[in-house]
């Protein structure tokens, strides 16, 4: 339950479908699609948390990409968005399809937590497990073992 919520704007952005949704005490915008890598960074950058509210997830370019601006993510430990996103650390994860824990994640990641130390850690975990070379080096270290 988000009643307690206050001075929050929920920007809805990556899709085309917009339903009425109402909260109480929560402005809602629905922005549609972005597809320049520009606009996504200001808009991620904006935020002081992405919600990923799928039910189904692997490796979430989104999260990736809100990781990578310093954003902390909010989302159901599902699939593999654990190896991304450290259970208040750099975010929240939420017990599986219960959107009252998810609704306590946003709360915790708001309200609750060291905010700029949730950023900072963000963005180091993408830069420390996700980057380019990182992700080069794992790759050429697995293909040495296997031959």
Same mark, same amino acid.
């Given at each position: ?6 001075? #929050?704007?929920?920007? *809805?952005? $990556?899709? %085309? ?6 909260? =109480?005490?929560?402005?809602? +915008? ?43 993510? #909010?989302?159901?430990? *599902?699939? $593999?968005? %654990? ?6 650390? =750099?975010?929240?994860?939420? +017990? ?52």
């Amino acid at each position: 339950k988000m009643d307690n919520i206050t001075g #929050v704007e929920l920007l *809805i952005f $990556g899709s %085309s479908n917009i339903n009425k949704v109402l909260l =109480n005490k929560i402005k809602i +915008k629905f922005l549609g699609h972005f597809s320049d890598d520009l606009s996504l960074n200001l808009l991620y950058n904006a935020a002081d948390v992405f919600i990923l509210p799928s039910m189904k997830e692997n490796l979430s370019y989104v999260v990736m990409e809100s990781l990578s601006c310093g954003t902390p993510v #909010v989302a159901f430990e *599902i699939g $593999g968005l %654990s190896d991304m996103i450290e259970h208040k650390v =750099n975010g929240y994860l939420a +017990k599986p399809f219960d959107t009252y824990s998810l609704a306590k994640g946003i709360q915790w990641v708001l309200y609750e937590s060291n905010h700029d130390e949730l950023c900072k850690n963000a963005r180091e975990k993408v830069l420390k497990e996700f980057d380019n070379s990182v992700l080069t080096d794992k790759h050429i270290d697995l293909y040495r073992k296997s031959i």
